[in-house]
């Protein structure tokens, strides 16, 4: 019995089918109860994926083929795989799919018809449907983002240390009249550990008869219009309320990459990138593989070649480590947690529908 002669409407549903799947398989991992490790995350891809591979013997003893090709996917796959877990945590589901997916179309689409040669009825018109479709999917990620005028502003509050936000000034008997005032947060203590940016400003706040100042020290990830209003019951009853215009509530985190600071979601995007001109190639190694270690055959030496570079991962992050705390035993307690108890669930099913 064998599936790799089967017919077209065959491959069109299997085709359909890996799109759900993998259009779906990151829903665990964002609404994950616990925030993982990129690389835990896809160890447990790479189990479930190990495991349900074998099951293929049941169509056959012929499915039992090893081809080392296998090993050439997993380089691909988990390093790829490891990316797109980042991508999801950092940037988003839909943006980092939509641009995930883009690229892997393009790699794939060179792959199948520039080097392989395999047919197709137009080149020219197969080559300017694939672009409309990555131009929809880039789209797509585009517009699904926050404004990325919140984003340049927080990042220019990083370089020049310090933020200028409008903010306005609304009197409880005249609901009508309203005054702007400014609002400046100078940048303190950034540094690359950090998980929220402090920052510390100067509040400026009126009442009817005298004009008082008030120095407020605040963190980035609370709401501004409390702290403020706060401050304003403290000075008198009647005090306008100040609200903040054009400020995101929830400031973005900012990371340092090989020295320059970026925002994590534009980290998480580039890591979306390199998922699709990487990982796009998982596929590839098995056209050159033997005939008999092709289709549903390749799955054995696609399972153990991942499970492979796997482990190789997991020891290489252990030497970094042991080269960086020079102790064997505080490289091991500086390794990631599996938490099992809470995420085998997520992991399990993140596994199975991207397998």
Not at 242 to 256: H, K, R, S, W
Not at 333 to 352: N, Q, T, Y
């Amino acid at each position: 019995m064998s599936l790799d002669n089967t017919c077209e409407v065959c491959g069109w549903l299997a085709a359909a089918a890996s799109a759900v799947g993998f259009g779906s398989f990151g829903v665990p991992i964002k609404g994950a109860p616990v925030a993982l490790d990129p690389l835990v995350f896809q160890s447990y891809k790479t189990t479930i994926c190990f495991v349900t591979s074998w099951l293929v013997l049941l169509l056959g003893d012929d499915y039992f083929v090893y081809s080392p090709w296998g090993i050439v996917s997993g380089l691909f796959w988990v390093p790829g795989g490891v990316a797109t877990v980042y991508a999801i945590q950092a940037a988003g589901l839909g943006i980092a799919i939509g641009i995930g997916s883009s690229f892997i179309v393009l790699v794939s689409f060179t792959w199948g018809i520039f080097v392989f040669q395999e047919q197709v009825h137009s080149r020219l018109a197969a080559s300017f449907a694939i672009l409309c479709m990555m131009l929809g999917l880039l789209g797509m990620s585009y517009y699904s983002s926050p404004e990325s005028a919140s984003f340049d502003a927080i990042l220019a509050a990083v370089e020049d240390d310090e933020l200028e936000l409008e903010v306005t000034h609304k009197s409880g008997d005249a609901a009508d009249e309203t005054q702007r005032c400014s609002l400046n947060v100078g940048m303190a203590n950034i540094r690359q550990r950090t998980d929220a940016i402090k920052y510390q400003g100067l509040v400026a706040t009126r009442d009817d008869d005298h004009e008082t100042h008030t120095k407020n020290r605040f963190n980035a990830s609370e709401y501004l219009s409390n702290e403020m209003s706060d401050e304003a019951d403290d000075q008198d009853e009647s005090q306008a309320d100040c609200i903040m215009l054009d400020a995101p509530q929830e400031q973005p985190e900012v990371i340092v990459v090989f020295g320059r600071k970026m925002l994590k979601r534009h980290v998480g995007m580039l890591s979306a990138v390199f998922t699709g001109c990487y990982g796009g190639s998982i596929m590839a190694p098995m056209q050159y593989a033997p005939a008999n270690a092709k289709g549903t055959h390749f799955l054995i030496s696609f399972a153990i070649g991942s499970a492979l570079v796997n482990i190789w991962l997991w020891l290489l992050r252990y030497l970094f480590y042991c080269r960086t705390t020079r102790c064997p035993y505080a490289a091991y307690e500086k390794l990631p947690p599996f938490h099992i108890r809470d995420m085998w669930k997520p992991g399990v099913a993140c596994g199975l529908l991207c397998t």
